[in-house]
């Protein structure tokens, strides 16, 4: 499967930004899907995940609260909003897929997307 994800920008703090990843292929549905990000100078995080069936969700305590991810299998894509957001939510974002359960790791997600820069201002 292949992943497209776009929808980043420059947003000021408190504001709202949705990024989508767009994939290729047919069963899509059969994949659990997940945002992962990556600020400068640090190691990528996990920030939200979503099964196949878009029944179950998971997401970091960081982004908890604000950030919704959700999917359209008709339209092969998932959707990752993102609410309140706060200078340290500024990072590139990827989208990644998997043919395991939701999971947090990732090395059980075996597709990625090209990032999507977000950048919160103060």
């Known amino acids: 499967v292949q992943l497209q994800a776009s929808g980043g920008g420059l947003v000021q703090t408190g504001g709202s930004l949705r990024l989508s990843c767009s994939a290729s292929g047919r069963t899509f549905s059969s994949y659990t899907t997940g945002w992962f990000r990556q600020a400068p100078g640090k190691e990528r995080e996990f920030v939200a995940a979503?099964?196949?069936?878009?029944?179950?969700?998971y997401y970091s305590d960081s982004v908890k609260g604000r950030f919704t991810i959700s999917r359209d299998n008709a339209k092969n894509t998932v959707f990752l909003q993102m609410n309140s957001l706060k200078p340290e939510d500024t990072a590139v974002y990827y989208c990644?897929?998997?043919?395991?359960?939701?999971?947090?790791?990732?090395?059980?997600?075996?597709?990625w997307g090209q990032g999507t820069q977000v950048t919160v201002s103060s």
């Open positions: 990644a897929a998997s043919t395991w359960s939701i999971s947090s790791s990732e090395g059980s997600y075996n597709y």
């Open positions: 979503i099964s196949g069936s878009g029944i179950y969700t």
